[in-house]
């Protein structure tokens, strides 16, 4: 072989090689470039090319984050969170579902209000795939929850911020556009990110109760022993709002027996009539025991035996003891608890008799000493003498002549002031004082 041969080849192997290392480094690069395009986040462009190496057509994916606020057969509404915007994309059998831990989930288990991530082609409008936003937490709670003044929701230890951009959803996935749509006692599910509420859908709405033919006012309804409102709250139909579920009703009212009512159904937004007609007077009892053994009883003019339970209705009462040899004991009694009287009747002297007890009580009266009975109604008040505590009623006791300061209290009453005044020739063996309920 001669030396031109032996040129020629290495000349022809050269450019074979510079050919051949040209083709590695072009595809290395389109390699490269590829990778950084697929990692770039938001709208990615791929340019596909035919056999002579010309563009064909651009296909775009774009991605936005957000809750549903529709749901149709192939269709799907989203709110873009970063956007403000709404957007509608479709669904088909490429389409791929998958919850937050990529697992494939049926397109039926997407609800209106969940926050899901979605690929799609800004085009065309076709989601490649949709999947349940990783991050994502969700609490139920209820309508007095939230605070609407300040927008936030405190759970735990923890405070929550709903805005502009959370998405409002009511029972049937249509959207709400307004907070003060969601009732104190709604049920809701809300969900957000981090510490932000992006969708709030009602699970169910309050139920009410309406007070019917109620025969007072004064009183309260109480709620699963957890709840009381006052009955004047609501006169007029005014409805009672509460969570729809189960609950038991205790109806209690003033000089009446209460009402209970348990296990009440009241379904989403239904309304429960709780109906007074049949309230019945409370009766309470009450019990007379004078210092005399033999007597004649009569209580608005209806007469009882010695010792006997009296039941009355609220209400006040002329009570009046008789006995032989002494004075007619007669009072106005107030009855709205059971209670129990204590007179003491006095000794019906002659004329002459009484004035000699006079006179050597006025020849006395510098030392003399009395003995009082104090007495209340309701009994077991406490006794304070010029402020020195006592005991409670009933109570006797000795005090010299003189002007003293009375103090009656008792848990539930007003208290009762009044001056003592201790005189010969005004004696008394007996006070009796009638407390007025707070």
């Keep these: 072989m001669n030396s031109r041969n032996i040129i020629s080849m290495i000349i022809g192997l050269s450019v074979l090689t510079l050919v051949t290392l040209g083709g590695f480094i072009y595809s290395g690069t389109r390699y490269i470039r590829s990778e950084q395009a697929s990692q770039t986040p938001g709208t990615v462009y791929s340019s596909p090319v035919n056999r002579n190496g010309e563009n064909t057509q651009i296909s775009v994916t774009k991605e936005i984050i957000g809750p549903i606020t529709q749901k149709g057969m192939d269709t799907i509404e989203i709110y873009n969170i970063e956007e403000g915007v709404e957007t509608l994309v479709w669904i088909n059998e490429g389409t791929k579902i998958m919850n937050q831990y990529k697992h494939h989930i049926p397109f039926a288990s997407i609800e209106e209000g969940q926050i899901v991530n979605i690929k799609f082609d800004p085009i065309n409008k076709k989601a490649s795939q949709i999947s349940i936003q990783e991050g994502t937490w969700g609490n139920i709670i209820e309508g007095h929850d939230l605070d609407k003044a300040q927008g936030i929701v405190v759970i735990g230890k923890n405070v929550y911020k709903f805005n502009g951009n959370t998405v409002l959803i009511d029972m049937n996935g249509k959207r709400m556009y307004s907070i003060d749509e969601i009732g104190d006692f709604d049920s809701l599910f809300i969900q957000g990110i981090n510490k932000q509420i992006y969708s709030m859908k009602v699970q169910s709405k309050q139920g009410y109760i309406q007070l019917m033919d109620m025969p007072s006012y004064k009183g309260r309804l109480e709620i699963d022993r957890t709840r009381q409102v006052l009955l004047k709250d609501f006169k007029d139909s005014r409805l009672i709002p509460l969570t729809a579920g189960t609950h038991n009703l205790a109806l209690y009212m003033d000089s009446y027996e209460p009402i209970l009512v348990p296990d009440v159904q009241i379904g989403s937004g239904q309304t429960f009539s709780l109906d007074g007609t049949g309230a019945k007077l409370r009766e309470y009892i009450l019990k007379v025991i004078p210092n005399v053994t033999e007597y004649t009883l009569t209580v608005d003019n209806i007469e009882y035996n010695p010792g006997d339970e009296i039941p009355l209705i609220t209400g006040t009462y002329n009570v009046k003891i008789e006995a032989d040899g002494y004075n007619i004991y007669e009072q106005e009694v107030p009855v709205a608890q059971d209670t129990i009287l204590r007179p003491s009747l006095t000794e019906n002297t002659p004329a002459e008799e009484k004035e000699q007890k006079q006179i050597k009580a006025a020849e006395a009266e510098e030392n003399a ?62 006070y009796s004082y009638i407390l007025a309920p707070e």
């Excluded at 009994?379 to 402020?387: P, S, T, V, W, Y």
């Excluded at 009375?406 to 007996?430: C, M, W």
């Design 369 to 430: 000493i009395y003995t009082f009975s104090v007495n209340s109604i309701p009994e077991e008040a406490k006794i304070f003498i010029n402020g020195e505590y006592k005991g409670v009623t009933p109570m006797r006791f000795t005090l010299a002549v003189g002007t003293y300061h009375l103090e009656l209290e008792k848990e539930g009453f007003y208290k009762y002031t009044t001056t003592l005044l201790v005189e010969a020739e005004d004696a008394r063996e007996d």
